[in-house]
C-alpha cells in the first residue's frame, strides 16, 4: 500500500512538472510588454492577500521545483513574496540533493529473485551448521542455480554459520600426488548419554573424500583394527597405500597382514596430525554436523547415527575439494544448468530432512500439471 501511494505521488509531480514546462513554452512566443503587464497584474493581485495577511496553503513539490528552475532566469531574490529567502533555499538543497541521489543509485549487478533469496534464508534456517560456501554448492550441483558463496552470504540470516575462510594447512606432495590410491584412518571417541566412552574407527578415500568404512566399539585393539581392514580391503578397489598415525593399536603384526594384502604402510611423523588433516578434518565435520547435535544412547544407537551421516556425506553432501562436487553422485544431481538465477519451468523445490532435520537435501521436482 505505501509502494502504491509512492508511486502515485511521483506520477503526480511528474504530471505537474510538465504541465508547468508546457505552458512556460507557450508563454515564450508572447511579447515582452505582455509578460511585464501579466506580471505586473499578478502582483498587484498578490499584494491583496498580503495586506490582509492570508496564510497561503503548503508549496507541492511540483511547485518547488518549479520555482527553483525558474529563479535561475532572473533575480529571484526581488520576486519573493510568500517565501522567505532561505526557505527558497532549503528547496534549491533539496532538490540537489535529490539529483545527487539519483546519480549515485546503485548500477552494479541486478539482485536475485525474491523467491531465490527466500530459498537461501530458508536453507541457512534449517541447517544452523552450513555456511555460504555449502549452501552455494548445494544451489549448484542440487538445483543447477549458480552464484558465488559471497552472493549466498548476502542473503542469509545475521545469526546463521559464519563465513570459513581459506584453509591455511600445507599437505605432503606425495599425498596429494597419489590421493586416488590413498586410505586415511584414524579413530575419535565420543560419549554417550550414560557417560560411556566409544570408539569410531572410519576410513575416508583421500580422492574422493568417500568415506569407505566405519565402525563403533567399546574396547578398540589391533585385532578388531585389522578385522575392520579386511572387510575394507577385497582387491576391488584400486587402493595401494593406508595412511595411519602412531598410535599403539597399528601394531607392527596389524602392519605386516595389512601389507600382505597388497597395500603399503605410510606413517605420519610424530607429532604430526596435519600429515593425516584428511581424516582429522573428517572427524571434525562429524563432530560439528553431527555429534555436536545428537547425544548416542548406546553403541547401536550411534552406529544407527553414524550410518545417516555417512550416507549423507557421500552421496548428498557437496565437498568444496570436489569442486565442489559429491563423493557417489546419485540421479539428484541436475545435469542441466538453469540459464540466470530461475528455477526451471514446471519444477519446484523439495527438501528431505536427514537425521530428524539436522540437515537437508534439496532436488528439483517436475509439478505435475
Given amino acids: 500500500m505505501r509502494k502504491h501511494n509512492c508511486l502515485s505521488h511521483l506520477f503526480v509531480t511528474v504530471a505537474a512538472l510538465l504541465l508547468d514546462t508546457l505552458k512556460f513554452i507557450v508563454l515564450a512566443f508572447r511579447s515582452r510588454p505582455a509578460l511585464m503587464a501579466e506580471n505586473l497584474f499578478l502582483r498587484k493581485q498578490l499584494a491583496l492577500y498580503l495586506e490582509r495577511e492570508v496564510k497561503p496553503r503548503r508549496a507541492s513539490d511540483a511547485t518547488r521545483l ?35 541521489r539519483w546519480k549515485s543509485r546503485p548500477r552494479g549487478r541486478p539482485r536475485i529473485p525474491v523467491d531465490l533469496q527466500r530459498l537461501i534464508a530458508a536453507m541457512a534456517r534449517d541447517n544452523p551448521t552450513w555456511g555460504e560456501e555449502r549452501i552455494a554448492a548445494e544451489l549448484l550441483l542440487k538445483l543447477g542455480i549458480h552464484i558465488s ?12 554459520a559464519s563465513r570459513h575462510g581459506p584453509a591455511s594447512q600445507r599437505w605432503m606432495t606425495f599425498v596429494r600426488n597419489h590421493a586416488q590410491a590413498i586410505l586415511a584412518c584414524d579413530f575419535f571417541v565420543t560419549v ?56 599403539r593399536i597399528y601394531s607392527m603384526e596389524l602392519d605386516t597382514a595389512v601389507k600382505s594384502m597388497g597395500v603399503d604402510i605410510l606413517k605420519t611423523p610424530f607429532r604430526a596430525p596435519q600429515a593425516n588433516a584428511y581424516c582429522e578434518r573428517l572427524i571434525g565435520t562429524a563432530r560439528r554436523e553431527c555429534l555436536d547435535y545428537l547425544i548416542p544412547l548406546h ?34 544431481i541436475a545435469a542441466k544448468r538453469c540459464s540466470g538465477h530461475h528455477l526451471p519451468v514446471g519444477h519446484r523445490v523439495v527438501s528431505k530432512p536427514i537425521l530428524g532435520g539436522l540437515h537437508h537435501e534439496y532436488r528439483l521436482e517436475r509439478v505435475e500439471a
Fill in 299 to 332: 553403541e547401536k544407537h550411534l552406529r544407527r547415527i553414524l550410518k545417516g551421516w555417512v550416507t549423507h556425506y557421500n552421496r548428498g553432501r557437496p565437498h568444496a575439494s570436489l569442486g565442489p562436487g559429491i563423493p557417489e553422485p546419485g540421479v539428484a
Fill in 149 to 160: 558463496p559471497r552472493t549466498a552470504r548476502r542473503y542469509m540470516p545475521d545469526d546463521s
Fill in 192 to 247: 554417550t548419554v550414560t557417560f560411556q566412552v566409544l570408539y569410531v574407527f572410519v576410513v575416508m578415500e583421500v580422492g574422493t573424500r568417500r568415506i569407505a568404512h566405519f565402525n563403533v566399539t567399546k574396547h578398540p585393539t589391533a585385532e578388531w583394527t585389522l578385522q575392520q581392514f579386511r572387510e575394507l580391503i577385497t582387491g576391488e578397489q584400486p587402493c595401494r597405500f593406508v595412511l595411519h598415525d602412531r598410535d
Fill in 66 to 100: 518549479t520555482m527553483v528552475f525558474l529563479s535561475k532566469l532572473f533575480p529571484w531574490r526581488e520576486a519573493l513574496a510568500s517565501f522567505k529567502p532561505k526557505t527558497f533555499l532549503r528547496w534549491h538543497r533539496q532538490g540537489f540533493r535529490l539529483l545527487w
